[in-house]
């Protein structure tokens, strides 16, 4: 029986683009080679595709790029494939499912899903509604509103507010309570943008930090809590990991605290009691079905000193390095990384069957 073809997406235009290519690099040695062909789809960070041929290794650089030639899917349902362009000649690959290893925006926003849907692809993860509802940090905290999970007080804010009547902004977010107070680009991945303000006028620079990344700005209380990160895998029904604890270098759990200051560490699993790992493992799944999703996610919470479980953030698409939090958790379970690529790719095939 001929071997299903899997193309896997990455690099792409955002801030995430090098993470991507790394958690790529993981993906695609992880896959079945006796069950899938791969084909690595690059997306350079102006929008240009190439299909790359090379050893996975040279993934997390750049020197093979002048080997790649350029390749696009066609959002024509009928071809359901790839076309590779060489020169002014086109062929037609086809592929069965699309393994869209992109963070952030233009990959985890529900634009590439949607080109999926139209193109009739198989793919793994969440859908268009899904990963365009949890990428907005602002729409996220609408839904989890409405299901009774406790998270940040918060207020939303415009680019155009700031621009033209940030005097107004700070009336209304001053309302939330003291500070310090966080500040987030709505649709911005891995803490891009990010700031915590211990004032007004550090209040103030924040905003315009944040307006520079998104046109919707979401402002939240400060929760004095660990940080602690869950796992979750499944389409209809849903498995919850293990619990993971974040010990950030720096004053918060920024992008440089992510993936750049080596003091970072985590711990699993995290030491806390089993009760509040159930509580968090329930609220996890209860978020990732109330937002529709499909695949995979990581929904991060706080644990406040009282025990109260305090909802922070969802990412649809996680990081999938080797030392990602969402391997990890898994890894803690008994289920190996080969395992849980090969459970994902099932359920990329499976996610509108339930």
């Known amino acids: 029986m001929a071997k299903k073809v899997i193309a896997v997406l990455f690099g792409g235009q955002s801030s995430e683009h090098e993470v991507s290519k790394v958690s790529a690099a993981n993906v695609i040695s992880k896959i079945n080679q006796d069950k899938y062909t791969v084909i690595p789809i690059y997306i350079t960070k102006e929008g240009h595709w190439l299909l790359y041929d090379g050893p996975v290794e040279n993934i997390k650089n750049d020197n093979w790029q002048k080997y790649a030639t350029s390749a696009i899917i066609s959002p024509d349902a009928t071809h359901k494939g790839i076309f590779r362009i060489v020169g002014d000649k086109l062929k037609l690959i086809p592929i069965d499912l699309v393994f ?3 963070h952030g925006l233009n990959g985890e926003d529900g634009t590439i899903q949607g080109l999926l849907e139209l193109a009739k692809i198989p793919y793994v993860g969440c859908g268009v509604l899904s990963s365009a509802v949890s990428m907005n940090k602002a729409y996220t905290k609408i839904v989890v509103d409405r299901i009774g999970v406790d998270q940040a007080k918060f207020v939303v804010v415009y680019r155009n507010e700031v621009e033209n009547n940030i005097e107004s ?28 303000a211990h004032n007004r006028d550090e209040l103030v620079d924040a905003l315009w930090v944040a307006a520079k990344e998104d046109r919707t700005i979401l402002v939240e209380e400060n929760i004095n809590g660990v940080e602690l990160e869950c ?14 604890q974040v010990l950030p ?7 440089d ?38 695949g ?9 000193e009282s025990g109260r479980i305090v909802f922070n953030e969802i990412n649809t698409l996680p990081g999938f390095t080797p030392i990602s939090m969402y391997t990890m958790l898994f890894n803690e ?10 459970k994902i790719i099932d359920l990329g095939f499976s996610r509108n069957e339930d």
């Open 231 to 244: 796992a979750v895998l499944g389409n209809s029904e849903v498995k919850a990991s293990a619990i993971g």
């Open 249 to 255: 270098a720096a004053e918060f759990y920024d992008f």
């Open 257 to 294: 605290a992510k993936y750049n200051n080596k003091e970072s560490k985590t711990v699993i699993p995290a030491p806390i009691p089993e009760n509040k790992a159930d509580e968090i493992r329930e609220k996890a799944v209860k978020i990732f079905k109330a937002l529709d999703g499909r």
């Open 296 to 304: 995979l996610s990581r929904v991060d919470f706080f644990m406040e």
């Open 333 to 342: 379970i008994g289920i190996s990384t080969e395992e849980l690529v090969d």
């Open 100 to 102: 869209p290893v992109l």
């Open 169 to 196: 902004c700070i009336e209304k977010i001053e309302q939330i309570g003291e500070y310090p107070l966080f500040i987030k680009p709505a649709c911005a991945g891995s803490s891009v943008g990010v700031s915590k």
